[in-house]
């Protein structure tokens, strides 16, 4: 179990920049979620995937949010036109759940800064 | 929907003593509830869980929680508080066959020597 790894671990971006962030969720895991942090905040659901079917986004993931998950392996989140309110962190965590509920285990996430 | 208070932002306690920070939920069935703890720059890393059963459920790194539905809280404690345990401490809830964890804002320990 090598846990759940996020790369970057950190992003700089302008304004209006595109930035695409990576997931690698434990392996065996079938559900893999994004979360996102603002500081002074708990984590707020965005958008979730079981294998590679995205089941859900939430209202806070406007158009310019896009979320993969192909083969249902990695993930990768992607910001277009990025704006100053993006500025966050974006964790990511996976689980194995085959019914009801279980543990999310998270990644350490990629803090996000747009100039 | 299911929802989490952390009622106190920042707690400050002497290493060595006891530590207890609450978390009230709203849900109208039997909640999955949970702790997790993070450290700065760091993802959430679970403390424990409580899914049914028992209402005293014992986590990791000394840490214990108690499930009292008529007070709907889901208060973490410990006995004795060592300065690693200094970090930001979030509640969250889940709901039956919901996949979504709804998290509280978190609490703030700083440990003094």
């Known amino acids: 179990d090598t846990g759940v790894s996020q790369d970057p671990r950190h992003k700089i971006t302008k304004r209006g920049q595109n930035v695409t962030f990576r997931c690698d969720p434990i392996s065996e895991h079938n559900r893999l979620y994004w979360y996102r942090q603002t500081l002074g905040q708990g984590p707020e659901f965005l958008t979730y995937?079981?294998?590679?079917?995205?089941?859900?986004k939430s209202r806070l993931l406007s158009d310019r949010f896009s979320a993969e998950r192909p083969k249902g392996s990695f993930s990768t989140l992607e910001i277009q036109r990025t704006e100053q309110g993006d500025s966050a962190m974006y964790l990511c965590?996976?689980?194995?759940?085959?019914?009801?509920?279980?543990?999310?285990?998270f990644g350490n996430g990629t803090r996000l800064t747009v100039t | 929907a299911q929802s989490v208070t952390q009622p106190d932002i920042h707690i400050t306690v002497s290493e060595g003593a006891s530590l207890e920070l609450r978390c009230n939920y709203s849900y109208g069935a039997t909640p999955y509830l949970f702790w997790y703890v993070q450290s700065p720059g760091q993802g959430l890393q679970l403390l424990l869980k409580y899914f049914s059963g028992d209402t005293l459920v014992q986590g990791i790194k000394g840490f214990e929680a108690e499930f009292k539905r008529s007070q709907s809280s889901f208060n973490l404690r410990k006995p004795s508080v060592h300065w690693s345990d200094a970090a930001e401490y979030f509640c969250?809830?889940?709901?039956?066959?919901?996949?979504?964890?709804?998290f509280g804002a978190g609490t703030t320990v700083t440990v003094r020597a």
């Open positions: 969250a809830v889940g709901a039956g066959n919901d996949y979504k964890l709804s």
């Open positions: 995937f079981q294998n590679e079917a995205q089941l859900e």
């Open positions: 965590a996976s689980s194995l759940t085959i019914q009801g509920q279980s543990p999310l285990h």
